[in-house]
């Protein structure tokens, strides 16, 4: 078991849209634009909730807005259901990049599932290949206007179902034509990562990295899956591993204490905190947290910790050293940019400039990149950061 006291973070004022950012969590069927949502449904037949730009995107985020994952992931019927033909993943695709890279992402990782998309007869590989010229219509969009960003797919198959092992051979088949990575993603509760533990040890043996889905709507078992089953070198989301460390608060605070909210004084009344061996694990050997503040606040990720933002134990997390990341999810379904969830942070737990960079080297050392290019990666942001002074 590990003692920690904790510290405090200061203030801060400049551009935060224009900061480089990393975005490791990130679903290609939950970062659509609205307008083009409503164009390939027309092309498709599909029936939608509202034919207006505007409307339709209040209802995705409505909808996903309800403290239920499942609910959550209603809404995806509709995402899912224009991105099943060449054109549209291609499109969906190419615009997700120019997205991020208007948001100031210089490196992103794009997840999705491709088995749900062969409702109109593609195959497994032609999904992938049409994603990956998208992406690579979008990075060179991106760089005929004067910027650079690089992306990767994290191949993902669906917990629920029974594919995982095909889903695996579909991403190492892919590894050298855009694909750095397995996930797997769905309804969490119910079904533990070792539902795929051979599909795992395919890409173990194959060296192919894997990041799992854990620790969102199920707790401290999932996680153990994922690192165990799933050997898993990232966790999305993760963030219920705060269920492994117990806090002792001082008497005149008690549990309402947050851990920053701006003021020196708060942390030094919470005092020591506990580790359990799962968190101490997780921890000690910088397993990544794929944290996606928002949306662990709309699907109810959170809410054992408390109402609202504030009560996100993300802070908690950062401070005892955890290795944290900041990721959007899905951004159409929270309204939210990489931009929106520093801000968030900053307003949240007053985070300034040093804590913004952690943050971003953290996920940049987390990428699944070789090493050259990882180290190329961390240099550019602090060398951009150094500038900002």
């Known amino acids: 078991m590990t003692e920690i006291i904790l510290d405090a973070a200061p ?34 037949g599909h029936t939608l909730p509202s034919t207006d ?41 190419k615009e997700f990049v120019e997205d991020l890279a208007d948001d100031g992402v210089i490196y992103g990782e794009v997840r999705w599932a491709p088995e749900q998309h062969l409702q109109k007869g593609l195959g497994l590989d032609e999904v992938v290949e049409a994603v990956q010229a ?21 191949i993902t198959a669906m917990r629920h179902a029974d594919r995982g092992q095909e889903i695996a051979e579909l ?12 996930d797997i993603a769905g309804a969490e509760d119910g079904f533990l990562p070792s539902r795929f533990k051979d599909a795992f040890t395919y890409l173990a043996e194959h060296n192919f990295p894997a990041t799992v889905h854990a620790g969102e709507a199920a707790g401290l078992e999932s996680i153990q899956s994922a690192l165990v089953d799933g050997r898993a070198l990232r966790l999305g989301h993760g963030v219920r591993i705060a269920d492994d460390v117990t ?10 204490a947050a851990f920053n909210d701006g003021t020196d004084e708060v942390n030094d009344s919470i005092g020591m905190v506990t580790l359990g061996e799962l968190a101490g694990w997780v921890r000690d050997r910088g397993i990544a947290l794929e944290i996606c503040p928002s949306s662990n606040l709309q699907t109810g990720a959170i809410a054992g910790f408390g109402e609202g933002i504030a009560s996100h134990p993300l802070d ?29 942070l900053v307003e949240t737990f007053d985070y300034d400039l040093d804590d913004l960079l952690e943050l971003t080297l953290n996920a940049a050392e987390a990428a699944f990149l070789p090493l050259e290019e990882k180290e190329a990666l961390v240099e550019y942001i602090n060398e951009f950061y150094d500038e900002l002074g």
């Open 171 to 182: 991403a190492v088949r892919h590894r050298n034509k855009g694909a750095v990575g397995f």
């Open 134 to 154: 998208g992406l690579e219509a979008g990075v060179d969009a991106v760089a005929e206007s004067g910027r650079d960003i690089q992306v990767g797919q994290l």
């Open 316 to 344: 908690m997390l950062y401070q005892l050293g955890f290795n944290v990341t900041i990721n959007t999810d899905n951004r159409l379904m929270s309204g939210v940019t990489l931009t929106d969830e520093f801000e968030l």
């Open 247 to 256: 806090v002792e608060f001082d008497e005149d605070e008690g549990p309402d």
């Open 11 to 44: 203030d801060l004022d400049f551009d935060l849209k224009g900061l480089p950012k990393v975005s490791l969590h990130d679903h290609l069927d939950g970062g659509l634009r609205p307008a083009t949502i409503i164009e390939l449904a027309e092309a498709v």
């Open 53 to 93: 730009p505007v409307a339709l995107g209040e209802w995705f985020r409505e909808s996903a807005d309800s403290g239920s994952l499942v609910r959550y992931l209603e809404t995806f019927d509709h995402t899912i259901a224009v991105m099943q033909t060449k054109d549209g993943l291609f499109r969906v695709a």
